[in-house]
């Protein structure tokens, strides 16, 4: 998305640029109200994509990950006494399985009403501050490192992907505060330590290395073909100017296909056993808010008995079926499909407010940047 965004500021830039301007109409004083109104319009419109994507795509993207849609649950059945047996009637309490119902996580309601329930009116920001912490903690690492290797966008993927791995046991905290029932421990106590650090950081250093693949290959690509051009480490995806808008939009679109095909061969597995390994080392102390094998199915033999205490990064994948993953990718194609929804809305919106409210002074700001 922030691509195709990239792509439209530019064109819509570009468009304002090659406009002729009217030498005999008067300079205006700038809109200093029409103008706070789009920025809160835009502020408005990052806090609630940034809230979607919080909420639906980590939190419940998260616990659709680690969810075992096949809980062992049965229900006992109370004969009744003076009903006459039959030889057929076992000596035991029959038990039986419980009905078969859907996995928490199928629906993004279910799932919401399931977490305030279990965790208050706020649980579905869980886990925010760790969040946050870890996302301060890796640009002060990713930013002085990227500069000291030279400041082009390739420093700028090497440093984040020492970040990434330095960081492991942040990101593993912030994964066991959201799949877990509420603590009392308190928010550092939450962080382990670095023996487990150990364990997780090749799963960290796997989940990195596909997260930059995932995001490289498209770039290599859109630069080979002119359809991108590279605008440094913050903004390496510029619409290149060689080609008409037509030929970059289209171009653009397949760059965003390539990425989309990518991140389900590459990045989402990548992803989804990092959290699986990561749950995996969830304190014994600590329940999960939706069902979970901790066993993995006997894959995970606990420390005290001479195991790793760990599921293994393959077997981490394999045991997360093919149910689990279709579960998986739509929750991600909502929230895509949400934020992308709002954004074309907000986008309108902006369009109109900065027709009506700033006119001239439009052409004369994108003119001047």
Known sequence: MS?????????????????????????RPFPALGFTVVILTA???????????YTFGKVVATLAAIEDPNPDVYVRI????????SDDDDENDPEVPAPQSKPITSSLRTT????????????????????LLTRVATRLITSPLSAILGGFFVSHVIARFVAEIVLANLTMAWVH??????????????????????????????????????????????????????GGAVNPAVPSDELPPTNVVAGTLGVAALNLVLYLLVDMPAHVTFIRVAASMLPEDDETIVPFDRTFGGKVTPEIVGGAGKIGIVDAWRSFDWA??????????????????VALVFSFILGLEAYFLLGDAVNKTFASM
Not at 78 to 85: L, M, S, T
Not at 324 to 341: H, T
């Open 3 to 27: 691509t195709l965004s990239s792509v439209t500021y530019h064109l819509v830039r570009r468009g304002l640029e090659e406009k002729p301007s009217d030498p005999d109409q008067p300079d």
């Open 43 to 53: 502020l408005l419109m990052f806090l609630i994509c940034s809230y979607i994507d």
């Open 78 to 85: 109370d004969a009744d006494v003076n009903a006459p047996k």
């Open 112 to 131: 919401i009403a399931h977490l305030r329930a279990r965790a208050g009116r706020w649980s579905q920001l869980r886990g925010l501050r760790m969040y």
């Open 177 to 230: 505060i959201v799949i877990s029932e509420p603590s009392t421990k308190r928010f550092f106590q939450r962080i382990p330590g670095r023996k487990t650090w150990i364990k997780i950081a090749p799963v960290a250093a796997l989940r990195s290395l596909a997260s930059q693949f995932t995001m490289f290959i498209p770039l290599i690509v859109g630069y080979s073909t002119k359809v991108l051009k590279n």
């Open 324 to 341: 689990s993953r279709v579960r998986f990718v739509k929750v991600v194609g909502k929230v895509f499909l949400m934020v992308a929804a």
